[in-house]
């Protein structure tokens, strides 16, 4: 297979012992040779192609570290709400959206915040706008859903309905459903029903929105964060119609809820035991494979559901989704089965006892190979990332969710000095524990650039009139670039085969616009991914990239 040089660039490998470089040499599907341009040169022989980039910054493509693939591609096809921040706007897009198409069942929208409405959200408020067919708003954290009485009355909820292990159904003081649902009440009424009204076709196109949005924002692997089998079925399509590859490398993690069963818990994950070891062995597995299991242990903060040591500001607190007696078993028994268990913990509580599950299953099964991870860790008391290096886990985190425009309610929940130690991210990197960067799309935009300029400067990308969030836990770019790159990819296994721009490696790299390390951090807001390679194949150029052309 021939090679090809790419010459003339600024190339951040993510290497730490070599960290930068001005060309290399893809020979296939791998990085040949990395370095200065006359040892590039030579290394590519005679008959090699050539691309000047002109100048240009390259970076490692970035891998989504916890996301939501499906979810995201439906998002993208939803109602904003998160720039919405009152009732009437929020109301307003409704009308509108009903307007613009009158035939459709139902109206969906996404991205809510909880300080956007005044007072606790109420079916009536929905009814105000939009009252003759079902609507369902997702929140920004994905953690609750909204409705208004038709979509009660669609999935079937009454006085009579119990709460879901888990879970709310919020109601009014004559015990009625007011329209709120939380946490688990959510996944199973308004997730599952939703599910079941959409085709295979809907899901399809909600993969490849996905695939072109990552593409265009230069991430080359992602890590899903709630597969299913609709999901998986979903992906082995979209490698069908593509010959038996994608063109992002998907590694997944199986969703197993508590079902207050023992045996049915752990057959849960018997199952997701199965379909690693499947998946591993199909032709598809350098392009999508399930590495592990994924458990929600608490809420989240905004609504209040998180799992706390102490109250929140208003008296109340959260008891876990997952209690340890549950916790410990399933942790064990997918440790035991070479499974990556990744926990979701917002609350200090929450990742007290995903910790104690993981120091359970190491006492119960001895030494293996093991990278598990904690997912959000947004708000974690003292030790907790120590504890976490000693363990080997994975401190899996999101910069946006940290976004100052969206802070205010998570401090106002909180209340007291806890919100000094919000995303403290610098916290895993002095500990020593691996800290991978994601979005968790759809809970917040997908843009890496985005989400590189939250990491590196604390202030918002989506409204800069806010101050930057505790700007002492601040990144520099190419740490928090790293995060995104080598680090994300090491923690689904990765590390040693992609992530970074180093001979051996795969050839999966983002070409930008501009370059922010020269430009200074604001431009990340403005930079453009101009062209994305996966394996050595351009898989995304932007229109106007006329000078990339190769000589």
Known sequence: MSRTVYRNARVFTAEPSAPWAEAFVVDGDVLAHVGDEAGALRAAGADAATVDL??????????????????????????????????????????????????????????????????????????????????????????SCWVNRAALAELGITRDTPDP????????????????????????????????????????AAVERTLDAYLATGVTGVVDMAFDELGLAAFRRAADRRGGSLPVRVAAHWFVANTGDEAANLAQVEHAARLAAETAGAPTAPWLRIVGIKLVLDGVIDACTAAMRHPYADGSNADPIWPVDALKPVVAAADAAGLQVAQH????????????????????????????????????????????????????????????????????????????RGFAWPEYVEAGALLAFSTDAPTAPHEALHNMYVAATRKSALDASYPANHPAFALPLADA???????????????????????????????????????????????????????????????????????
């Open 54 to 143: 002109g100048g240009r910054l390259v970076l490692p493509g970035f891998t989504d570290a916890h996301t939501h693939l499906v979810m995201m591609g439906e998002a993208l096809g939803r109602v904003g709400l998160t720039d919405a921040r009152t009732l009437d706007e929020i109301q307003a897009r409704l009308r509108a959206a009903r307007a613009a198409d009158p035939a459709a069942p139902r109206v969906l929208g996404r991205g809510w915040l909880f300080d956007s409405v005044p007072g606790a959200p109420t079916a009536a408020m929905l009814d105000a706008a939009v009252a003759d067919v079902p609507v369902y708003l997702d929140a920004n954290d994905y953690h």
């Open 165 to 204: 292990i888990g879970g709310r159904i919020s109601r009014d003081a004559d015990g009625e459903p007011d329209g709120m649902l939380y946490e688990t009440a959510a996944q199973q009424f308004v997730w599952d029903h939703l599910a079941n009204a959409a085709t295979d076709a809907d899901r399809d």
């Open 345 to 420: 913990a917002i609350g200090d509580y929450a990742s007290e006892i995903a910790l104690d599950a993981i120091e359970h299953a190491i006492d119960v099964n001895g030494e293996l190979p093991r990278r598990h991870r904690i997912e959000h860790l947004e708000y974690a008391a003292p030790g907790t990332a120590e504890r976490m290096s000693r363990l080997g886990v994975t401190a899996s985190m999101q910069p946006v969710h940290a976004d100052p425009a969206i802070y205010d309610n998570w401090v106002a929940m909180l209340g007291d000095e806890r919100s000094d």
């Open 481 to 551: 670039i790293g995060h995104a790159t080598r680090d994300a990819a090491a923690s689904c296994g990765d590390g040693d085969v992609r992530g970074r721009l180093a001979a051996g490696l795969a050839a999966d790299f983002a070409v930008l616009d501009v370059d922010p390390f020269d430009a200074g951090e604001e431009s990340l807001l403005t930079a453009r991914v101009i062209r994305t390679v996966v394996a050595g194949e351009t898989v995304f150029e932007a229109e106007d990239a006329a000078a990339d052309a190769a000589a």
